[in-house]
């Protein structure tokens, strides 16, 4: 799941994103196609992942973007996830 919500950020697939949000966390819309100047994606780094219990998992990663020419930046988070009628559902995550 982590990786296709990388690739869905990098591809701007903004409905995929919150068809795989959890209802209780999802906001209405992210704006991806109103992002000025839009992110370059450099790429995903999962470092850990687990599953607590069956219907649940926590994976920490680092993903790497560019804005505009400015620097690369990092994204590191330590997401949850839970699984609803067989479907992995992204929660939140703590940044660090």
Do not use: C
Request: net charge neutral; no cysteine.
């Amino acid at each position: 799941m982590m990786r296709s919500r990388y690739s869905a950020y990098v591809l701007g697939l903004e409905t995929y994103l919150l068809d795989t949000w959890h209802a209780s966390t999802r906001p209405d819309a992210l704006g991806l196609a109103t992002q000025s100047p839009k992110p370059t994606w450099l790429g995903l780094s999962v470092k850990r992942d687990e599953n607590p219990t069956a219907e649940t998992a926590i994976v920490e990663f680092v993903a790497r973007m560019r804005i505009g020419g400015g620097r690369a930046e990092r994204i590191h988070e330590v997401s949850r996830f839970v699984r609803e009628d067989g479907r992995w559902f992204y929660v939140d995550g703590d940044l660090s």
